[in-house]
């Protein structure tokens, strides 16, 4: 990958939503796509969550379903349609597009209209992007016990964090960095209290932006340095906040400890690109075009509904890359 390519599509999650949207796209004329999964293969939800033999139906739950764009599949064993989505993806010459065992935590617009997507150790940039990460995420958890009373303040993103709280973040990469130093610059977080805590004492896994921006605040003391020692339990005080041990014997109290260890939730996800969200965590997004609140940001398949199957995350995809090449 080129480092400063500017792609018009990329496609996060390879699933039937991924997919899809990959060879809607080339059948729409848009070329330059990438599409990026944390997993080694396309379809990896259904390699691994579907047992052996498996018929994969066509109207799933009961709910019948008529295919609206070009990506179909008949109804046959598990084998049998990753095989049939193997010979689709090679016969409309879209594989090369797929780069795997990657993840992506979030996916923001930059001021220059662009989308920026943390990726490895570079940044993609791309003029949209289809969201299509299914709903089997979970963020990665320490090893610790989370004790019952105080796990409403032990959290994977910011969306429950208050203004005057002190909030501890927890990881050493890209999203813990970013965490951090948003709540510090973040206009209506002005009187939180927040500190940094990763394992190691210095950063050595965020991107150079990242680690100047933890840096500066880190060195003007507006971001407390709490590197260079691990988190070994936490328990509740008697007014129920959290009291950290910390393993070299000292112990402090926050309202608030926010993890970033790897491991996205589509939940993350969504807060994490500032996509707007239902009572249920759902994304609001345009039902005819699956955009979300955030121009050229799509989000389709299991993310958007509780009810998915593979031919609705199919149709998902036709109704985004239509959108995109309408207005390309
Ligand atoms: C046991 C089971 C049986 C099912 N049987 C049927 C059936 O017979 N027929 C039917 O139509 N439907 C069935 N479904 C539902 C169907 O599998 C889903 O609706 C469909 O897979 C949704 O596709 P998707 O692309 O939205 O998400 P997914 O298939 O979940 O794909 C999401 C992809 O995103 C990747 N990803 C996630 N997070 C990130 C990240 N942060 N960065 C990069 N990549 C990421 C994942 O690795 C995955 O490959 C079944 C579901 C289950 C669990």
């Not at 010979?87 to 920026?116: P, Q």
Request: hydrophobic residues 35%.
């Amino acid at each position: 990958m080129a480092s400063n390519e500017i792609f018009d599509i990329a496609i996060i999650g390879a699933g039937p939503g991924g997919m899809a949207s990959a060879i809607e796209a080339k059948l729409a004329g848009i070329h330059n796509i990438i599409v990026v999964d944390k997993a080694e293969t396309h379809n990896y939800m259904i390699h691994k969550f579907y047992k052996k033999g498996k018929r994969v139906d066509k109207d799933w739950m009961g709910i019948k379903f008529e295919f609206e764009g070009n990506v179909t599949f008949e109804e046959c064993s598990k084998e049998e349609y990753i095989q049939q989505m193997d010979d689709l993806l090679a016969s409309h010459g879209v594989l090369d597009k797929f780069v795997y065992n990657t993840e992506v935590a979030y996916a923001k617009k930059g001021e220059d209209g662009l989308f920026h997507i943390p990726f490895g150790q570079d940044i993609v940039k791309t003029k949209n992007v289809i969201v299509s990460v299914g709903r089997m995420g979970k963020p990665n958890k320490p090893g610790y016990k989370f004790p019952k009373a105080i796990k409403p303040r032990l959290n994977f993103n910011l969306s429950d964090v208050k203004n005057g709280e002190r909030v501890m973040v927890v990881g050493g990469g890209d999203t813990a960095g970013e965490y951090a130093y948003g709540l510090v610059e973040q206009d209506d977080m002005q009187d939180c209290v927040v500190t940094l805590n990763y394992r190691k004492p210095e950063i050595t896994r965020m991107n150079p932006v990242n680690t100047e921006l933890t840096m500066k605040y880190i060195n003007n003391g507006k971001l407390l340095n709490k590197m260079g020692v691990d988190v070994e339990s936490v328990e509740a005080t008697e007014d129920e906040l959290v009291k950290v041990n910390f393993t070299d014997g000292t112990s402090e109290v926050y309202d608030r400890v926010v993890y970033a260890l790897g491991g996205t939730s589509p939940k993350d996800f969504l807060v994490n690109s500032g996509i707007e969200t239902g009572k249920w965590d759902e994304p609001i997004i345009n039902e005819k075009t699956m955009e979300t609140n955030i121009p050229g940001l799509y989000t389709i398949g299991d993310v958007v509904t509780d009810q998915g199957s593979i031919a609705l995350a199919f149709n998902h995809a036709s109704f985004a890359i239509n959108d995109i090449a309408a207005k390309s």
